[in-house]
């Protein structure tokens, strides 16, 4: 099927309407016509119903968003990495959630460089859903999250357990900084501290309210790995008599797409994470 059909199919789902569909891919709306026609008569089915509103998808049509996403988006993939660089052979394609970016993401890139070095490597960030999402489409071989989606055909698989501890500074330990770590712990740290629900200050990354309690003071909870250094330089104190957090990092990838070259890269992600037990001062080059 010509990848345009599947594009101008999403961009009338994006839209909702033939019109701007075809200023927006600068072509005439007789050809969007066409187009719809031609995939229609492909697929032997209806995919928008029209009207002077616009243009609905059909039940067919709400059906082929994900076909046509993962048309487009794995043909993206083969246009951004074809042709492989000289010398390289095989390609992984790796996300993690940006709070695992560094170091443990970093970490296991700049591992597989030295290890696999016929590989390439497209390393990406985003959020759990977005990134399960990708490697189900199979835009991504695999992805490390905290919260991993359980859906038919996906491997899970827990790589360490971390806590969530609650820390505050030596110096200055006010305010309380709420740091959103995902709907698991709202609702477990709600329910436990209902005082501390509707906090002043809030982040939804762990490394930017980690830094500004660096600098500025206050207390908050974080993952036990990211502070356990600032707490041996008594920087950072643990906060006593307070619930602890459960905040697990799990590996997802496609058991039908599995291979020796993922199982090897799985490999040295498991030794990153063995031999590196501290990675509070990666966050900060002073210490």
Same mark, same amino acid.
């Given at each position: 099927m010509d990848i345009e059909l599947a594009r101008t199919f999403l961009e009338i789902a994006r839209s909702g309407s033939f019109i701007a569909a075809a200023e927006r891919l600068h072509v005439t709306q007789t050809a969007i016509t066409a187009r719809v026609q031609n995939l229609e008569s492909q697929l032997d089915c209806r995919l928008f119903v029209r009207n002077r509103a616009g243009a609905r998808l059909t039940a067919n049509g709400e059906a082929f968003v994900s076909y046509a996403t993962q048309l487009v988006?794995?043909?993206?993939?083969?246009?951004?990495?074809?042709?492989?660089?000289?010398?390289?052979?095989h390609v992984l394609h790796l996300g993690g959630e940006v709070s695992l970016c560094n170091p443990l993401m970093l970490s296991w890139v700049r591992q597989l460089r030295a290890e696999l070095p016929d590989h390439a490597i497209r390393a990406q960030v985003g959020d759990a859903r977005q990134l399960v999402e990708q490697v189900e489409l199979g835009v991504l071989d695999a992805a490390l999250v905290?919260?991993?989606?359980?859906?038919?055909?996906?491997?899970?698989?827990?790589?360490?357990?971390?806590?969530?501890v609650m820390i505050r500074s030596v110096a200055n330990p006010e305010p309380y900084v709420y740091i959103d770590w995902g709907e698991a712990f709202r609702r477990q740290h709600d329910a436990a501290l209902p005082e501390r629900a509707r906090a002043g200050l809030s982040f939804n990354l762990g490394p930017l309210a980690l830094q500004y309690?660096?600098?500025?003071?206050?207390?908050? +909870?974080?993952?036990?790995? %990211?502070?356990? !250094?600032?707490?041996?330089?008594?920087? $950072?104190?643990?906060?006593?008599? @307070?619930?602890?957090?459960? +905040?697990?990092?799990?590996? %997802?990838?496609? !058991?039908?797409?599995?291979?020796?070259? $993922?199982?090897?890269?799985?490999? @040295?992600?498991?030794?990153?994470?063995?031999?590196?037990?501290?990675?509070?001062?990666?966050?900060?080059?002073?210490?």
């Open positions: 988006q794995t043909w993206e993939a083969a246009r951004r990495d074809l042709p492989l660089p000289q010398g390289l052979h905290y919260l991993p989606a359980y859906q038919a055909g996906l491997q899970v698989e827990e790589l360490l357990e971390e806590k969530l309690i660096l600098d500025s003071g206050g207390a908050g +909870y974080f993952r036990s790995r %990211v502070v356990q !250094r600032y707490l041996e330089l008594g920087i $950072l104190e643990r906060v006593p008599r @307070v619930p602890e957090f459960s +905040y697990p990092t799990y590996l %997802v990838y496609s !058991r039908e797409r599995d291979s020796a070259d $993922l199982q090897q890269a799985f490999a @040295v992600l498991r030794e990153v994470i063995r031999r590196d037990h501290d990675w509070s001062q990666r966050w900060d080059p002073l210490i």
